[in-house]
């Protein structure tokens, strides 16, 4: 019997990190991809720090010459602070030297993997929200999607904490950690304390983690294990007594969130605030 065709080989939900390296990966193969992604612009979101081991994938991707812009600094390690006193965990390294992670602006990385998936052939619809299932003789038949529907035999789920497919299909998808908070948000300002490296600082009740991010700009995220009595992330900044002092955060600059099983972010203003 002859195939049905079909408006793609494989459509991918989601133009982040996951989605854009499926598509890319698709592509290079030969087949034909569409991706939706349903934010029209390019995505400013948390997530900068990678280990160096993302560089041999960025390789593949075919972007490892082209992130140099999207590099806001470098660390050969992590200060961590949680069960014990201070101590530096280094990634290692080799004859080259120390290896280093990346801090990489998200939505300027995003958007460099969706370039070269659409320089690859890859056809982008944006702002295109997948809102539906097609299904023809119990089969996966296709996407509907706010801008119509799209025919294809293969999707691939790229939507994140969306989860959106397995959603779409009522695939259950248990939770696979504890119920977490995080709550984040970014300072202008010097603080050497955190400039060699970032700084993990955790307890029984949850952990902070703070970066620089970029030249002068610090990324704090406090994610709590347990709702706190108060949610403000003043309540979370770094315990040790010669760390920085954020201006305290209130409410109305942070907006909280939670969900059982996965952590979600809602952004922060941006603060002048480190002392
Ligand atoms: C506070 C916080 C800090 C983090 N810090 C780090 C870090 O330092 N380092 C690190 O490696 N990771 C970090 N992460 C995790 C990191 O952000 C995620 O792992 C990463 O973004 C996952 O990429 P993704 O492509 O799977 O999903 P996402 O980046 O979430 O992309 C999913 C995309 O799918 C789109 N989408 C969803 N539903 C639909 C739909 N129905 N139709 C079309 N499009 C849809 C969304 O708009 C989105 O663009 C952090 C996460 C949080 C919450």
Redesign the pocket.
């Known amino acids: 019997m002859a195939r049905r065709s079909v408006d793609a080989d494989v459509v991918v939900?989601?133009?982040?990190?996951?989605?854009?390296?499926a598509a890319i990966a698709c592509a290079t193969r030969g087949l034909r991809v569409i991706l939706?992604?349903?934010?029209r612009l390019g995505?400013d979101?948390?997530?900068?720090?990678?280990?160096p081991g993302?560089e041999p994938l960025m390789e593949q991707l075919g972007v490892a010459d082209r992130v140099a812009g999207t590099i806001g600094a470098r660390h050969p390690g992590i200060w961590v602070e949680w069960g014990g006193p201070r101590r530096f965990e280094a990634f290692g390294g080799d004859a080259s030297g120390p290896w280093r992670g990346l801090?990489l602006w998200?939505a300027d990385f995003?958007a460099l993997l969706l370039a070269r998936a659409c320089e690859l052939g890859v056809k982008l619809r944006q702002?295109?929200?997948?809102?539906g299932v097609l299904m023809r003789d119990g089969m996966l038949d296709g996407l509907q999607?706010?801008v119509g529907p799209i025919t294809t035999r293969i999707v691939v789920d790229?939507?994140?904490?969306?989860r959106?497919l397995g959603r779409?299909l009522e695939v259950a998808s248990p939770a696979r950690s504890m119920r977490l908070i995080?709550?984040?948000g970014y300072m202008e300002g010097s603080c050497p304390l955190y400039d060699d490296a970032?700084s993990l600082v955790g307890d029984e009740s949850g952990w902070t983690?703070t970066?620089l991010v970029r030249p002068k700009l610090y990324?704090m995220?406090a994610?709590f294990i347990r709702r706190p009595a108060s949610l403000r992330l003043d309540a979370a900044t770094p315990t040790r007594p010669d760390a920085p002092r954020a201006q305290p955060w209130s409410g109305r600059d942070l907006a909280d969130d939670e969900q059982g099983g996965r952590?979600?972010?809602v952004h922060g203003r941006r603060r002048r605030g480190i002392a």
């Open positions: 939900v989601g133009g982040g990190p996951a989605g854009a390296a939706c992604e349903r934010e995505r979101r948390p997530g900068e720090t990678v280990h993302i801090q998200r995003d702002p295109c929200a997948a809102t999607t706010a790229a939507s994140g904490q969306t959106w779409a995080a709550r984040y970032p983690w970066a990324q995220g994610t952590s979600r972010m």
